[in-house]
Nanobody, 127 residues
Framework: QVQLVESGGGLVQAGDSLRLSCAASGHTFSNYAMAWFRQTPGKEREFVTAINWSGSRTYNADSVKGRFTISRDNAKNTLYLQMNSLKPEDTALYYC????????????????????WGQGTQVTVSS
C-alpha cells in the first residue's frame, strides 16, 4: 500500500504561481511513477502531468505545457507540481496518483491505470 497526501492548494489570482506537494508513505516511493490529475464538478478526472521513478522523464498535457512542472524528491518521498501563470480554467481539485510503470502512451492518461490516489487539494484561480 502507498498512502498519498496532497497539500499546497489555495485561492490565487490569475497569473499567480502555486506549488502543490504530495507526501508518500508505505511502499518505497521510488518504485512508482507518479502523476497529477485534476477534476471539476461534473467532469471526468483529467490527466495533468506524470514523472517516472527517477525524475528523468516527464509527460505533460498540452493544456499545461510551459506553465506546470512536475518534479520529485525520492529522498523526501515527495512529489511536487509547480504551477505558474495560473488561469481560471486551472481551477480544480488536484490529485496525485501512483502506478508501477511509466510511459508516454495513452495509458498514462487513464485514471483507472493508477493504483493509488490521494484525497486531493483544491486550487481556485480567480480572474
Amino acid at each position: 500500500q502507498v498512502q498519498l497526501v496532497e497539500s499546497g492548494g489555495g485561492l490565487v489570482q490569475a497569473g499567480d504561481s502555486l506549488r502543490l506537494s504530495c507526501a508518500a508513505s508505505g511502499h518505497t516511493f521510488s518504485n512508482y511513477a507518479m502523476a497529477w490529475f485534476r477534476q471539476t464538478p461534473g467532469k471526468e478526472r483529467e490527466f495533468v502531468t506524470a514523472i517516472n521513478w527517477s525524475g528523468s522523464r516527464t509527460y505533460n498535457a498540452d493544456s499545461v505545457k510551459g506553465r506546470f512542472t512536475i518534479s520529485r524528491d525520492n529522498a523526501k518521498n515527495t512529489l511536487y507540481l509547480q504551477m505558474n501563470s495560473l488561469k481560471p480554467e486551472d481551477t480544480a481539485l488536484y490529485y496525485c496518483a501512483a502506478r508501477i510503470s511509466f510511459s508516454t502512451s495513452q495509458a498514462m492518461l487513464r485514471p483507472a491505470s493508477y493504483d493509488y490516489w490521494g484525497q486531493g487539494t483544491q486550487v481556485t484561480v480567480s480572474s
